[in-house]
């Protein structure tokens, strides 16, 4: 029997779907790993789930979306997996933005936005990618992001802009003073990650006016300085990734502030794929 795998990937983990079985295995990351890495996590993790599931078959094709996966690299993942699965008639690996905006928007026009520890955005003709606005990371850039939101919020938060005892209820909570924020944001690795793990702590206080517009301006600042470059409020803002799923009141809020309608808004785009 003829099959088709589908992959969606980040730097942390992949899902993995084939008919309708889930599995995951670490991130694959073809920028930051080396081939050896790549080839022992899909032999080593990969296969053996599908072995245990009676599902490593023949495959009709494999689509591989992933992050890292640049367009000069988009033939060494292919080449990997072809390693792994010979006998695969059609081997495809693209962007996860490609994969953000199939999944959102299928073979529709639509404005497809990757919304969690880091931003994107693109916009998407039905059938490829044919505008992107840089997201430039987030010291230069990634509005929206759930880096960029835990970097507002502790700048409001240590220069008196927020609530009464703001300060005071955040250090008690994570144990922590401005010294070691500090330390932490620019001597310690992975800051965005950390920053972009107070999303759930910011979560929770929403029902503080000053927080939830932090919130909301964020995402008003990423339709802004990412979206209105295309030109096209006539498409539907269709978005995946934790940050917008967490915060869909508030994207549809900013949205409606900036003259866009929503369209699809996704924790993980690969439902979105498999449909």
């Not at 099959?3 to 779907?17: M, Q, V």
């Not at 599931?53 to 640049?70: K, P, T």
């Not at 992107?132 to 759930?146: A, H, K, R, V």
């Amino acid at each position: 029997m003829e099959t088709i795998l589908i992959a969606d990937s980040g730097s942390t983990k992949t899902d993995w779907a084939i008919d309708q079985v889930r599995i995951k295995t670490q991130g694959i990351n073809p920028f930051h790993q080396d081939d050896e890495t790549i080839l022992a996590i899909l032999r080593n993790e990969l296969l053996p789930q599908l072995s245990s599931l009676s599902l490593q078959r023949e495959m009709e094709g494999i689509f591989f979306y992933g992050a890292g996966v640049r367009p000069e690299l988009e033939s060494k993942m292919e080449q990997l997996l072809r390693q792994v699965f010979p006998q695969a008639e059609k081997i495809e690996a693209k962007s996860d933005m490609l994969g953000a905006a199939r999944a959102l928007c299928g073979h529709n026009e639509g404005l497809a936005c990757i919304l969690g520890t880091g931003a994107n955005s693109c916009l998407y003709d039905g059938e490829r990618i044919v505008a992107n606005t840089p997201p430039l990371g987030y010291i230069l850039g990634d509005e929206g992001s759930g880096a960029v939101l835990g970097r507002l919020f502790l700048n409001a938060l240590y220069k008196n802009r927020l609530y009464a005892c703001a300060r005071e209820e955040f250090e008690e909570h994570y144990g922590l003073t401005m010294a070691n924020v500090i330390e932490r944001v620019y001597r310690q690795p992975m800051a965005n990650r950390w920053l972009a793990s107070l999303s759930e702590y910011i979560h929770q206080h929403l029902d503080q006016p000053s927080v939830r517009t932090i919130v909301v301006e964020n995402f008003r600042a990423f339709i802004r300085h990412n979206l209105n470059p295309y030109n096209r409020r006539d498409l539907p803002l269709g978005a995946v990734g934790s940050i917008a799923s967490y915060y869909e009141e508030q994207l549809r809020e900013a949205a409606s502030e900036e003259g866009y309608t929503i369209g699809r808004i996704l924790r993980s785009p690969i439902d979105g794929l498999v449909k």
